[in-house]
């Protein structure tokens, strides 16, 4: 290595030595460190000089739940695999836990050895912290208000027959409200996911004419008096997303019809392939969108939630799509009503 490339090596370290709750090491053989940042007894809990001749003095502050996971990461001196992560609980000397993720890249030379292993540890605490409260907050949502509510329905339904038609109208609102209710719990979860995520979720390939029908199909049950106009076939494409793709579009096949001012609903769907991507437009026949609120009605920008306008369902469908790499928008439909569009990057068929 030349002095150039040794000088950038040690100005790259440098800029770890000055971050907190980050710590970046090296390795070229096993057992032993060559390189410690600053940072790394603010991460570990435990003076660098303590450690650095003897990776598995890391073991003795590492909670013993995961001790057996450290233990396989240390002694696996030739991972399989160009990059490898792991979170583990660490204890400190007060007894208090933070949890540590690491992640490691392997360097290989021209044939294939491994010369040095280059590592960050992060202090991911308050991210675990935060993860648990909303995981908390979805049970509740999700099981004790959605239960009860369930269970409210259930006996509205038995005293339906009971209702005479001047009590009809009070009744469907309540009925319609508590609807409405279950489904935000729905909502609720799928933010939940979304924020603990913290704009890096999973994504896979995704059947997403595939998805789009089978909310389709829901919906028509859910709304029997709206019409859901679909082409006859959709193309059979892929994209990256996951599961959560179909909480987009419940969203805005809901939105469309929910927000509809006419006796019967019109909600046309089509999904087409345009130039590397893939275009879902979902129109309705209501009263539409004023521009002024085409972009405020998903909280884009930096007001988020806070944008006037905007609900936690169209919000939730932009922050999705944006991190599946793609964009929504509204558009004003003919005559009446709006086109609600998501564009999703398209994925190469790799079989062809």
């Known amino acids: 290595m030349g002095n150039s490339s040794l000088g950038q090596s040690r100005d790259f370290r440098s800029l770890f030595d000055q971050l907190d ?39 003795e502050v590492t909670h013993p739940e995961d001790r057996a996971r450290v233990r396989a990461h240390i002694e696996d001196s030739e991972p399989r695999f160009p ?16 949890w540590v993720l690491n992640r490691q890249v392997v360097i290989r030379d021209r044939n294939g050895e491994v010369t040095e292993a280059v590592g960050i540890s ?12 909303l995981e908390m907050l979805n049970r509740i949502v999700r099981h004790d208000i959605r239960n009860d509510l369930s269970v409210m329905l ?5 005293l339906r027959k009971h209702v005479d038609d001047e ?8 009925l319609n409200g508590g609807e409405h209710i279950v489904e935000l719990t729905e909502i609720a979860r799928d933010y939940a996911e979304t924020v603990v995520s ?26 029997p008096d709206a019409e859901f106009v679909v082409p006859e076939s959709l193309p059979d494409v892929q994209v990256a997303a996951n599961s959560m ?26 999904c087409e392939q345009r130039d590397g991507s893939v275009e879902v437009r979902i129109a309705d026949n209501g009263p539409g969108i004023p521009d ?27 922050t999705l799509v944006s991190q599946y790499g793609g964009d929504v928008w509204a558009e004003d439909n003919d005559p009446t009503g709006t086109v609600f569009v998501v564009q999703l990057p398209e994925l190469a068929d790799e079989s062809a």
Request: aromatic share 8%; net charge negative; with cysteine.
């Open 292 to 318: 002024d609120q085409k972009e405020t009605i998903f909280g884009k920008g930096e007001k988020g939630l806070d944008s006037p306008g905007t609900g936690i369902g169209l919000y939730l469908v932009y």
């Open 245 to 270: 793709l179909s909480s987009v579009f419940r969203n805005l096949l809901n939105n469309a019809v929910q927000h509809n001012d006419k006796d019967t609903p019109v909600v046309e769907v089509t």
């Open 154 to 158: 259930g006996w509205l339904e038995v």
């Open 83 to 98: 990059s490898q992560s792991y979170e583990a609980r660490v204890v400190r000397p007060d007894g208090s836990v933070r």
């Open 167 to 174: 009590g009809q109208d009070a009744f469907d609102k309540i």
């Open 21 to 59: 709750g980050v710590a970046l090491w090296t390795a070229t053989e096993p057992g032993k460190f060559d390189y410690l940042s600053d940072g790394f007894e603010g991460v570990w809990g435990i003076p660098s000089e303590e450690v650095k001749d003897d990776i598995t003095k890391l073991l």
């Open 198 to 223: 913290e704009g890096e979720l999973s994504v896979e390939p995704t059947p997403v004419c595939s998805v789009l029908e089978t909310e389709l199909s829901l919906r028509e049950e859910s709304f």
């Open 122 to 133: 992060t202090d991911i605490t308050e991210q675990k912290r935060r993860e648990q409260e």
